[in-house]
T-cell receptor, first 110, second 115 residues
Framework: GQSLEQPSEVTAVEGAIVQINCTYQ??????LSWYQQHDGGAPTFLSY????GLEETGRFSSFLSRSDSYGYLLLQELQMKDSASYFC???????????FGTGTQLKVEL | EAQVTQNPRYLITVTGKKLTVTCSQN?????MSWYRQDPGLGLRQIYY???????DKGDVPEGYKVSRKEKRNFPLILESPSPNQTSLYFC??????????????FGEGSRLTVL
């Protein structure tokens, strides 16, 4: 089976840095991706890690440690518009299956 | 504009009345998938399709059917809807390269209520 765990809610202030963690148990693991979803709208792809280390895309960075079955999404210079739900997702099962975590609701406050 | 289009966006129906949620993508993607989203449970995969006439069960397929007769379309069929199928449904698509990098393109969602 496949399962991913992430905190249900995180709160941070505008301008701060926040880290959203994800631990996974996935057979045939390929890589870990991150999605953002605003208010029940369409999830949008943010980043993907197949190898250990940090991937940076603007204010967002994502990290993976395959040996620890762990990854995180780092959001810097938080803005109010970053308030959303963030999902980690693991690609596994031969590369044709994407399993999502239960999501972390990020609230950015003034 | 590249997009995944779902219809209807909102639907209220009654138990047992067959319904179909359509999904169409204009990006020539091989891979298509249906997810349902429920509070506290994240996105759970219902069915997926690797290509035309190739479909397979996801994690929660009970009560659903799909078909993939054309590359661009992947309808979700609820033969006899029940209240526990009340949910927000998302269709998504990807290329093979996209699947290898975990990148799916999602539709705007279809909110279904079964009374």
């Amino acid at each position: 089976g496949q399962s991913l765990e992430q905190p249900s809610e995180v709160t941070a202030v505008e301008g701060a840095i926040v880290q959203i963690n994800c631990t996974y148990q996935t057979s045939g693991f390929y890589g870990l991706s991150w999605y953002q979803q605003h208010d029940g709208g369409a999830p949008t792809f943010l980043s993907y890690n197949a190898l250990d280390g940090l991937e940076e895309t603007g204010r967002f960075s994502s990290f993976l440690s395959r040996s620890d079955s762990y990854g995180y999404l780092l959001l810097q210079e938080l803005q109010m518009k970053d308030s959303a739900s963030y999902f980690c997702a693991a690609t596994g099962g031969g590369g044709n299956k994407l399993t999502f975590g239960t999501g972390t609701q990020l609230k950015v406050e003034l | 504009e590249a997009q995944v289009t779902q219809n209807p966006r909102y639907l209220i129906t009654v138990t047992g009345k067959k319904l179909t949620v359509t999904c169409s993508q204009n990006m020539n993607h091989e891979y298509m998938s249906w997810y349902r989203q429920d509070p506290g449970l994240g996105l759970r995969q219902i069915y997926y399709s690797m290509n035309v006439e190739v479909t397979d069960k996801g994690d929660v397929p009970e009560g659903y059917k799909v078909s993939r007769k054309e590359k661009r379309n992947f309808p979700l069929i609820l033969e006899s809807p029940s209240p526990n199928q009340t949910s927000l449904y998302f269709c998504a698509s990807s290329t093979w390269t996209g699947m290898n990098t975990g990148e799916l393109f999602f539709g705007e969602g279809s909110r279904l209520t079964v009374l």
